[in-house]
């Protein structure tokens, strides 16, 4: 074989000290710029989970508080009918002159024979509701008073969880 030369040695340490430096900065660099990409990648991931996700609350919100204004006078002829065992027939019969009958984001909250309640979304409500109600009607079955409600709001996702099991979608 041949004896060892010094030279093989000397060439090494130098390969090693100029090119094993620059190799490993280069392996660091991509390593990073792949890091970086992964980083962007779980970002973009997520904010196409919890934007949506953040806009349905948020009507789901708006929605929720138009039903907020309609309990008041849901509360009144639920009174009313535990007092005189009958839905009453006329707003003035449940005196609801001082109920507030807007906010934000409900544009109108009427009620007619004093047991019928309209929600109507407006003003600075998502346009997802804009111009969308819901309206709830109290029922007699069984001496007992049931709500029932029926709404334009396509999708039952920006109704409030207590109110999917009851509103029925319908082309008002």
């Given at each position: 074989m041949g004896e060892f030369n010094i030279w093989y040695l000397v060439i090494a340490f130098v390969l090693v000290g100029t090119i094993l430096p620059q190799l490993l900065n280069l392996?660091?660099?991509?390593?990073?710029?792949?890091?970086?990409?992964?980083?962007?990648?779980?970002?973009?991931?997520?904010?196409?989970i919890l934007i949506p996700a953040y806009i349905d609350n948020t009507i789901r919100?708006?929605?929720?508080?138009?039903?907020?204004?309609?309990?008041?006078v849901k509360s009144k002829v639920e009174n009313y009918y535990s007092k005189n065992r009958e839905i009453p027939n006329s707003n003035s019969l449940i005196d609801i002159e001082k109920i507030p009958i807007s906010n934000e984001y409900v544009s109108n909250l009427s009620v007619s024979n004093g047991s019928t309640v309209e929600i109507e979304f407006g003003k600075q409500a998502k346009e997802q509701i804009l111009g969308k109600k819901v309206i709830f009607k109290a029922n007699v079955e069984k001496n007992s008073l049931i709500w029932s409600c029926i709404t334009n709001i396509e999708e039952i996702k920006y109704l409030p969880e207590n109110a999917r099991g009851i509103c029925h979608f319908s082309k008002l």
């Open positions: 392996v660091f660099e991509n390593f990073m710029g792949i890091l970086a990409l992964f980083v962007v990648a779980v970002v973009i991931a997520l904010a196409m919100e708006h929605v929720s508080s138009g039903i907020s204004l309609a309990s008041d």
